[in-house]
Nanobody, 121 residues
Framework: QVQLVESGGGLVQAGGSLRLSCATTGYIFSINVMGWYRQAPGRQRELVAVISIGDSTNYANSVKGRFTISRDNAKNTVYLQMNSLKPEDTAVYYC???????????????WGQGTQVTVSS
């Protein structure tokens, strides 16, 4: 049974840094796109960054130059390095991955449980 397990959230002062990790568990045949999304109170979930299996990346304009997404394909893990954090980065951060669980299945989206990131001013 495939699961995504996030870690690394917490409370940090503005200007500080955090590194989020998302590890996959269970049998996995293949993963293509992995990414991070976030949802602040009263707002819709939004894309933060995505990375393809070939390491092509895409970032939300609000985090460009501050956040870096990376992945370790051997560990089926995706990371989000967040620097120069701002209070407006406060949100629950969710990991997402498009996974083919076995050779006969299609890719489908899986989500982590979310990890809280709080940036104080």
């Amino acid at each position: 049974q495939v699961q995504l397990v996030e870690s690394g959230g917490g409370l940090v002062q503005a200007g500080g840094s955090l590194r989020l990790s998302c590890a996959t568990t269970g049998y996995i045949f293949s993963i293509n796109v992995m990414g991070w999304y976030r949802q602040a109170p009263g707002r819709q979930r939004e894309l933060v960054a995505v990375i393809s299996i070939g390491d092509s990346t895409n970032y939300a304009n609000s985090v460009k130059g501050r956040f870096t997404i990376s992945r370790d394909n051997a560990k089926n893990t995706v990371y989000l390095q967040m620097n120069s954090l701002k209070p407006e980065d406060t949100a629950v951060y969710y990991c997402n991955a498009n996974i083919k669980a076995n050779i006969g299945s299609r890719y489908r989206a899986y989500w982590g449980q979310g990890t809280q990131v709080t940036v104080s001013s």
